[in-house]
């Protein structure tokens, strides 16, 4: 029996033993296997992560995807709508040149209604209630106040101008102009000029209507008649009428006097007789 016992302890201890050598492989086993499943857990973080940001960057593409969609379309629609536009500007750029030339067209067709409406009313005027007679008439009063005024220009020197009008009545109206020391023209009435100034406009006056007559009326006479025309003149004046007098005297139109060729329109005559009272003149 003792055997017996002795051989069953034998027996348990290695039973025993067996299982403590199993329980320590077991262990590290479990040892090793949860250093295998922490590897595998890391890596499935890992990988869990390369995931996740696979999907954020599959993400961002589809949305710059969409967003390249989107942008183009909307590209597309503001090509058509630049098409639109350039094609409106040209029909407007078209229509303003159009409309530029209308204008003109209109601008020049105004200036021609002005133009006749001008030449109407000068038609009207010379030809209308008051007739031709004051349309010569205006034209003759025209050519006296030249011709005077070339006599005027010799006898004043320059320094004055005799306007002749006609007026709503037919009524010659005479007005003077006199030269200013700073250069400018005063208007004044025949009445308040000075002696000397409204002699000088009488003698021219009188030689531009003699000279008129020779011009437009053919009535050339070889005598020419002065009553008194150095009155109120002084020494130059007196002069200026002498040389006057003496490119009248000609039998031509035209003589060359300080070596130019002046014209004293168409007066000429042979003789003039002057009625002085004044022997010293």
């Not at 030269?179 to 009445?191: D, E, H, K």
Request: glycine letters at 6%; aromatic letters at 4%.
């Amino acid at each position: 029996q003792k055997t017996s016992v002795h051989t069953r302890e034998i027996a348990t201890r290695q039973i025993i033993s067996e299982i403590d050598v199993r329980e320590g492989t077991w262990k590290k086993q479990q040892t090793t296997f949860q250093n295998d499943l922490q590897k595998e857990r890391l890596k499935y973080s890992e990988k869990s992560a390369e995931i996740a940001k696979g999907l954020k960057i599959l993400e961002v593409k589809n949305e710059s995807e969409q967003l390249k969609a989107s942008s183009e379309s909307e590209l597309n629609i503001f090509r058509e709508s630049l098409k639109s536009v350039i094609h409106n500007r040209d029909v407007l750029a078209k229509d303003l040149k159009d409309l530029s030339a209308g204008i003109k067209d209109i601008e020049s067709e105004r200036e021609d209604a002005r133009s006749d409406g001008a030449l109407m009313t000068i038609s009207a005027e010379n030809f209308g209630a008051r007739g031709v007679q004051t349309f010569i008439l205006q034209n003759t009063v025209h050519a006296l106040q030249l011709a005077s005024q070339s006599y005027l220009d010799e006898l004043s020197d320059g320094t004055l101008k005799l306007q002749l009008n006609l007026d709503a009545g037919d009524k010659i109206t005479r007005t003077a102009s006199v030269l200013s020391s700073n250069g400018s023209w005063i208007s004044r009435p025949l009445s308040s000029l000075s002696g000397g100034q409204w002699r000088r406009c009488s003698l021219a006056l009188s030689l531009g209507f003699s000279d008129l007559v020779a011009r437009r009326g053919k009535l050339c006479s070889s005598l020419l008649v002065l009553d008194e025309p150095l009155t109120h003149l002084d020494s130059s004046g007196r002069d200026n009428v002498g040389k006057l007098l003496r490119k009248v005297v000609q039998k031509q139109a035209s003589e060359q006097f300080d070596g130019e060729k002046k014209r004293i329109g168409g007066l000429s005559v042979s003789t003039i007789l002057i009625i002085l009272q004044d022997l010293v003149a």
